[in-house]
């Protein structure tokens, strides 16, 4: 199975930050990486697809990046409710595999 | 509107039996490949089972193959989820998703969840 590794495991940040979270795979798994964002007792959205695909309805200051084994998602200028878990999933193979997630909170 | 909607979870002993469904609405069931993914209390979310359109290929994590069975009846627009010899790590939240099983793709839609408790 291809494991798939988030940094950091939490951060704290403030409104209007800039937040970085990397996502590194096991093996090469091409653009074959999605992110999704989970708020607590709900289900997980997607954000992005293919590793730089924004989902639609997504607002434009979440943006992903990345190929082969190391990806990122970035989110431009951090938002109230952008406070949450965001996991990482690869779809080169079977089982689909997540990262551990990233939390972000309130600095 | 697309709607996917679990049910069936509940309390069960160790070593037992459940049988999850997940009714679909508001697109064409028969044309997507369907998964499941749970999460354990706490926990992140680990993807359990996916399953081709017409249901004739199927895939498991390695934690419940053989114990798990993913099955749907196009007829009915329901997945289904068949569990077996359940134990105590198996206690989650099971959500079923559209896609998730083929390369490339992506669950753009979600359940809510329904839980599983496995405890005597």
Aim: hydrophobic share 30%; with cysteine; proline share 4%.
């Amino acid at each position: 199975d291809i494991q798939m590794t988030q940094s950091p495991s939490s951060l704290s940040a403030s409104i209007g930050d800039r937040v970085t979270i990397t996502c590194r795979a096991s093996q090469s798994i091409s653009s074959y990486l999605n992110w999704y964002q989970q708020k607590p007792g709900k289900a997980p959205k997607l954000l992005i697809f293919g590793a730089s695909s924004l989902h639609y309805g997504v607002p434009s200051r979440f943006s992903g990046s990345g190929s082969g084994t190391d990806f990122t998602l970035t989110i431009s200028s951090l938002q109230p409710e952008d406070f949450a878990t965001y996991y990482c999933q690869q779809s080169s193979s079977t089982p689909q595999t997540f990262g551990q997630g990233t939390k972000v909170e309130i600095k | 509107e697309v709607q996917l909607l679990e049910s069936g979870g509940g309390l069960v002993q160790p070593g037992g039996s459940l049988r999850l469904s997940c009714v679909a609405s508001g697109f064409t069931f028969s044309s997507y490949a369907m998964s499941w993914v749970r999460q354990a209390p706490g926990k992140g979310l680990e993807w359990v089972s996916g399953t081709s359109g017409n249901g004739g290929s199927t895939y498991y994590a390695g934690s419940v193959k053989g114990r798990f069975t993913i099955s749907r009846d196009n007829s009915k627009n329901t997945l289904y989820l068949q569990m077996s010899s359940l134990r105590a790590e198996d206690t989650a939240v099971y959500y079923c998703a559209i896609g998730g099983t083929y390369p490339g793709s992506h669950s753009d839609y979600w359940g809510q969840g329904t839980l599983v408790t496995v405890s005597s």
